[in-house]
Structures are given as C-alpha cells and as structure tokens.
C-alpha cells in the first residue's frame, strides 16, 4: 500500500490528481509555477502545490528545493514544514525518520486540533515502528474530523500487517459507511475478507468488482478457490 503522509487538501489534491490522470505534469507545473511568479499574498500557495505536484511524482529532489524556498521566504509555514516532514521519511533512514516524527510531534503540540497533523504523525510513528503510539494519533484524527477516511485506511493496513484482517475489515466498513463509492476499499476489504477465512462474503464482494478489476478479480477468485481447495476451479481461472 502506499503510503501517504504529506496530506492534500481536497481543493489541492483535486487538480493534481487530474494532471495525473491526463498525464499532465508540464502543464501542471507550467500553470503553478505562473502562479508563483505572480507573487503577491498567493505564492506560497502556488509553490506548495508544485512540491506537492513534485511529491507525487516521487521526485523529493525537487521537492525537496521548492520547500526550501518557501521555508526561507516563510520560516513558520506549518505546511512546507509537514512536507519537509514527508521528504525526511521517505528517505527511510532512521535517523531522517526519528526527525520527520519529532517535526509531525511539533506540529501537533502547535495546533492539537488538527486532524492533518495528526494523520501525518501517525503515518510517521506507524513507519518508524512504534504501531501503538501510531494507533492512538490515528483515533485522535478520527475523533477530530469524524468523516476523514484517511487514518481509518491507515489503521486498516495497520491492522493487515499484524494479520489482524478482521480489524481490517471493520475499519474498511466504517469507510464504506461514509462513502459507498471507493471501490479500491471495496476491493481490498475482500482480500482481507479472505485472509479472515470469511470465505462467501469474500466471494460475493469479489463477484461484484468483477467488471471494474477483471484481471485482478480472477486472480483473487482463484487464490479464493485454493483456500476452499476447490483446485480445478482455480485452475481453470487461467
């Protein structure tokens, strides 16, 4: 699963998510970097979004020069700190990983009543190891900000790589009860269904993804088959 740990807003996140979807990034990048080369009350935004747009492309380098940028112009900017934080992790070293948690911890203590922040500190405990303390910033996300999907998809991996597939699945609920159209949850909260021995629920939520994830559903039905022992079925899946 990927990990996310700089969060977007939806006002951010919606317009790079379509540049990725188009395969834009020039264009995304042309469009905000007029933006900040406008200056005024407004660049920071803009340069926000070209290292959030460097980010998901996975190209911390660069990412890593705007925020310095904003951070020079902006020393207190809570948000080019938080992806500062983001860069420092994804370098998966632990030293880079202590400090990115003690940046996240920062920001907490400054503004507790923000979800994002603790979202991100949990994701930063969660990759450092410490999965109890990362458990306990994610709950706080949720009692902040009741309907934020993100920490619950957060605990569920949590949960699946502990093995533990029936908090997974409970978890997957919870997101599917706040917005019914996710089908990569839905598709996952199947795999964890299997995993839980829940054999003809999985079954039946597979069925219904049949059309939208072809491929990856006749290779689910058939590891499915396998743990039924149903064999020739399975094979006959290939």
Same mark, same amino acid.
């Given at each position: ?71 020079? %112009?902006?020393?207190?900017? %809570? ?15 632990? +030293?880079? $990983?202590?400090?990115? =948690? ?15 922040? @603790? ?15 990362? @458990? ?15 920490? @619950? ?20 609920? +919870? $997101? ?9 949850? @839905? $598709?996952?909260?199947?795999? %964890? ?17 049949? +059309?939208?994830?072809?491929? =990856? ?22």
């Amino acid at each position: 699963a990927t990990t996310e740990i700089y969060t977007l807003s939806l006002h951010d996140a919606l317009p790079i998510y379509f540049y990725s979807q188009m395969h834009r990034w020039d264009a995304a990048e042309k469009e905000y970097q007029l933006g900040a080369n406008a200056g005024g009350k407004n660049q920071v935004l803009y340069l926000r979004k070209i290292a959030d747009l460097w980010l998901a492309q996975g190209k911390g380098e660069q990412a890593s020069k705007v925020v310095d940028k904003i951070l020079k %112009d902006n020393p207190n900017d %809570d948000s080019a700190k938080a992806v500062q934080a983001s860069l420092l992790l994804s370098t998966g070293k632990r +030293e880079k $990983m202590a400090q990115a =948690v003690s940046e996240f911890q920062a920001l907490v203590k400054k503004s507790p009543e923000n979800p994002v922040w @603790r979202l991100n500190l949990g994701l930063a405990l969660a990759a450092k190891g410490d999965a109890v303390a990362a @458990r306990g910033e994610l709950h706080e996300a949720i009692k902040i900000k009741f309907d934020y999907l993100r920490p @619950r998809l957060a605990l569920a991996q949590l949960s699946e790589a502990e093995g533990d597939y029936q908090a997974a699945v409970g978890y997957e609920d +919870e $997101m599917l009860s706040l917005n019914s159209d996710l089908p990569t949850v @839905r $598709m996952q909260r199947a795999v %964890d269904l299997t995993n839980a021995g829940r054999y003809s629920e999985a079954r039946a939520d597979l069925t219904a993804l049949k +059309e939208m994830y072809p491929r =990856v559903v006749q290779l689910q039905l058939a590891f499915l088959d396998i743990k039924q022992l149903n064999f020739a079925q399975a094979e006959g899946r290939f």
